[in-house]
């Protein structure tokens, strides 16, 4: 076990786009914690880096797009002496994605990127 390291996300998402069909995304998202030391029963602040790494289906189709994002992250863990209390989140990362088919008259492959901020609360017994 890397005590630093933490597979913090594990999940699914859906993105719907206007003039283009929807992508269902199956993605992980391991943390590497820089900043900070976890103490048992005790608040304490972290900060580190991330790699959020997903897999989209897109219905009717063959394409497979993939995402690889990397970014960093802070949370505030808030915890009674059992252990239990809030996390509260935030974090940055810079996606690239591939995988989508070449647009007609295009000369290269499309490899759109994009920034993603998000912010999370959470509640750990």
């Not at 076990?1 to 992508?23: D, H, K, M, N």
């Not at 992980?28 to 900060?47: A, C, D, F, K, Y």
């Not at 690239?96 to 000369?107: I, L, Q």
Request: proline letters at 7%; charged letters at 20%; hydrophobic letters at 35%.
């Amino acid at each position: 076990e890397i005590p630093r390291l933490g597979w913090c996300v594990l999940g699914i998402g859906y993105q719907s786009q206007t003039g283009a069909r929807s992508i269902l995304w199956f993605y992980t998202e391991p943390r590497l914690r820089i900043l900070g030391r976890v103490r048992p029963g005790q608040s304490h602040w972290e900060m580190g880096a991330l790699l959020r790494f997903g897999v989209g289906s897109i219905s009717e189709s063959s394409e497979t797009p993939t995402v690889l994002a990397p970014g960093v992250y802070v949370a505030r863990h808030i915890r009674n002496p059992q252990g239990a209390g809030w996390s509260l989140q935030a974090s940055y990362s810079r996606a690239r994605f591939k995988g989508f088919s070449r647009p007609p008259g295009a000369e290269e492959d499309l490899t759109p990127q994009s920034n993603r901020f998000s912010l999370g609360v959470g509640w750990y017994k």
